[in-house]
C-alpha cells in the first residue's frame, strides 16, 4: 500500500472522541431477546447473539469509528484488504479469502466485522509493533530467514535514511489472547480505559468460542501488510513494514509462498524509499495513489533483480510478480487502486530492466535519479 493518509490533527482528535450513550435501537431489549433464544442452540448463534449485543452496547457510530480509524491509518488501501469485497476478483486469492469467510458464517461476520476485530490486529501492530530478533514470520523460520535479510539488505542498498524502519510480524493470536494488548488498542480509539478493559476481555471470549477462528490466528485477522509513516504527534511510535501472517499463510495457499513474501517486502519497503525522499504527496489525489503504488512496484523490482540488491532472476520474478498483481486485483473502481495489472507488470519489468543496465556499471542508482528515470518512463508504463 502507500504511506496512509496523514493523520491529521482533526482526523486524530476524530478518532479520540469519547463514547456516547449506546444507540436505543440496537439496544432494543426485544430484538436482543428474540435473537439470542433462536440462536441459542448452536455455539455459532450464542456468539452471534454475544457480538450483536456487545455491538449494541456502544455507541451506534462505533462502526463508523473503527472504519475511519483504518482509513486514516492506511489499513484499508491495501489490495489485500479489499479481497473478501464484492468488487474483488474472482481469483485463487479471493476464493481463498471467501473461503474463511464461509468457514466463520455470514451470521457472526457482520457483527464481528463491526465490532472491529479483524482490524484490530493491524492497528496493535501499526501502533506498537516493534522489530525483534524473536519475530517469527508466518510461522515459518524460512520465511522468516529470507525478510530479515532482505530487510537488511533494503537499509543497506537504498540511499535514504531508512535504518530505523522497523519490519514488524503481525499474529492474530497474539491479540486474541492478551486483554491488555487489545485494550491498549481500544484506548489507542478513544475508549476510556476501564471501559476498553471489559470490552476487550469480552470480546476474545467471544473470539475465542468459534473454532474457525482458531483464537484470532484465522488468517483474515492478519490478511495484509503495509508501511506505516506515523504523521506527526505521534511520539515513539516508529516506520515501519507490518507483513501479516494470513498473507503469508494466503501466498502458500495459492502457490506464491516463495516469491510473494519477498515482493511485498521490496513493495513496501519503497514507500519509506519515497516517504524519505519526499515523493509522497501531503495530499493524495486517485492519480497519484496510482504513481505512489507503481514507483514502489517499480522500485521493489529494481531492488529484487539487482546484483547489488536481491539478485533474483527477472524472468523467474516478474511471471511470480504478475501472479501476485493479478491475484490482488481489487476494487478497480475505487479511488485507491493499485494500477490494473497490467499498469504494475510494466513498472515492475522497467524496474528490472534499469536494475539491469545499472549494473553493469557496477552501480546503484540514488533513488532520485532513479526517480528521474521512472517519470520519464511513467507515461508508457500507465498507457502501455
Ligand atoms: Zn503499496
Known amino acids: 500500500m502507500r504511506r496512509p493518509l496523514a493523520l ?22 426485544a430484538e436482543g431477546a428474540a435473537t439470542t433464544s433462536v440462536e441459542s442452540l448452536s455455539p455459532a448463534g450464542s456468539a452471534t447473539a454475544a457480538a450483536q449485543a456487545l455491538l449494541a452496547s456502544l455507541p451506534a457510530d462505533w462502526p463508523a469509528r473503527v472504519a475511519a480509524a483504518e482509513t486514516a491509518y492506511g489499513v484499508t488501501t491495501t489490495p489485500w484488504a479489499a479481497l473478501t469485497s464484492q468488487q474483488c476478483g474472482p481469483t485463487a486469492m479471493t476464493d481463498y479469502a471467501n473461503a474463511q469467510v464461509a468457514s466463520i458464517g455470514g451470521g457472526l461476520m457482520g457483527p464481528l466485522s463491526q465490532l472491529g476485530v479483524f482490524a484490530f490486529p493491524s492497528m496493535d501492530a501499526m501502533l506498537f509493533g516493534t522489530e525483534s530478533s524473536s519475530d517469527l514470520f508466518g510461522g515459518s523460520a524460512t520465511t522468516t530467514r529470507q525478510l530479515n535479510q532482505e530487510v537488511r539488505d533494503l537499509r543497506r542498498f537504498w540511499d535514504t535514511p531508512t535504518q530505523g524502519v522497523q519490519l ?6 497474539d491479540v486474541y489472547s492478551d486483554p491488555a494488548r487489545l485494550a491498549r488498542v481500544l484506548v489507542a480509539m478513544g475508549m476510556p480505559q476501564d471501559q476498553a478493559a471489559a470490552f476487550a476481555a469480552q470480546l476474545i471470549g467471544i473470539v475465542r ?9 484465522n488468517p483474515l485477522f492478519t490478511l495484509n501488510a503495509f508501511s506505516f509513516t506515523p504523521p506527526a504527534g505521534m511520539p515513539g511510535v516508529t516506520p515501519k513494514i507490518v507483513v501479516g501472517d494470513g ?11 516463495d516469491l510473494g513474501p519477498r515482493a511485498v ?11 524519505a525522499d519526499g515523493l509522497t504527496p501531503a495530499v493524495v489525489t486517485p492519480d497519484a495513489s496510482r504513481v505512489l503504488e507503481l514507483r514502489a512496484d517499480a522500485f521493489g523490482t529494481y531492488f529484487l533483480t539487482h546484483a547489488r540488491g536481491a539478485s533474483l532472476n527477472a524472468k523467474r520474478l516478474l511471471p511470480a510478480e504478475q501472479t501476485y498483481f493479478e491475484l ?23 524496474g528490472a530492466a534499469t536494475a539491469a543496465d545499472a549494473q553493469k556499471q557496477g552501480l546503484v542508482l540514488p533513488s532520485l535519479e532513479l526517480e528521474d528515470r521512472f517519470q520519464a518512463a511513467l507515461p508508457g508504463i500507465l498507457a502501455g
Open 328 to 350: 490482488g486485483d481489487c476494487n478497480e473502481l475505487s479511488l485507491q487502486h493499485h494500477g490494473t495489472p497490467d499498469q504494475r507488470l510494466r513498472a515492475a519489468a522497467w
Open 247 to 257: 498473507l503469508l499463510e494466503a501466498f502458500d495457499a495459492v502457490g506464491l509462498g
Open 8 to 29: 491529521a490533527a482533526a482526523t486524530a482528535a476524530a478518532l479520540a472522541l469519547t463514547l456516547a450513550a449506546p444507540s436505543s435501537a440496537l439496544a432494543d431489549p
Open 265 to 275: 517486502l521490496a513493495h513496501e519497503f519503497s514507500h519509506q524509499v519515497q516517504e
Open 209 to 217: 468460542s468459534i473454532p474457525a477462528l482458531e483464537g484470532g490466528a
Open 168 to 173: 514488524v510480524p503481525m499474529h492474530g493470536s
